[in-house]
């Protein structure tokens, strides 16, 4: 089983091909979104929940909420309520009024394009601001979420535990016109294939770049 084990690292482009042709349409966050700051609202919400869960709360919040200065100015309980079902409910709030209140008196109520910027708004760190860059201001970003830790980890591109330094170390592998794309693509992987219990190792086409997988399988 050894011998035919093939590094990720070194076979990246190899990986990205077949992660290309298995899933072609995978080309955008599965969140609902028509603007910046309501994509923002929806990643903020998407913490410790699904997307799907998040798309059902948003098509009616975002009806009531049109843009920051509502959500500035909602009673905290009633924002509560509106967002109760996607979990950390109180957080949340607290995060996206605070969040909504710092674009309105720092950046004159647009979403900032820089990750620095992004990550100084309540709630927002890196993964949701590189999903915000990655996806609707047309940078490159590789998303560290739940499904890229665990991959990077089992195929052998981190070591690493903190989603900050798996980002850096995924950085210099992944080629930087592929972040994006990349990070849309483990996703789906994730979601199908590379599941977080019982992977199905067997039918994957990354088998032969993944000594985990060699040896659970
Ligand atoms: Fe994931 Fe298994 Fe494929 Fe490795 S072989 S990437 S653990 S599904």
Redesign the pocket.
Known sequence: MEKKYKPAVGNIEKIIEILDSEYPESTDTTLNYKNPFQLLIATILAAQSTDKLVNKVTEDLFKKYKGPKDFANVDIEELQEDIKSTGFYRNKAKSIKKCSRDILEKFEGKVPQNIDDLTSLAGVGRKTANVVLGNIFGKQAIIVDTHMKR?SR??GLTTNSNPTKIEFDLMEIVPDDKWTDFSHKIVSFGRT??LGRN???QI?K??KY?K???E??
């Open positions: 991959i089992r195929l294939i590379c992977p199905k190792c994957c990354l088998l993944c985990f997988g060699q659970n399988a």
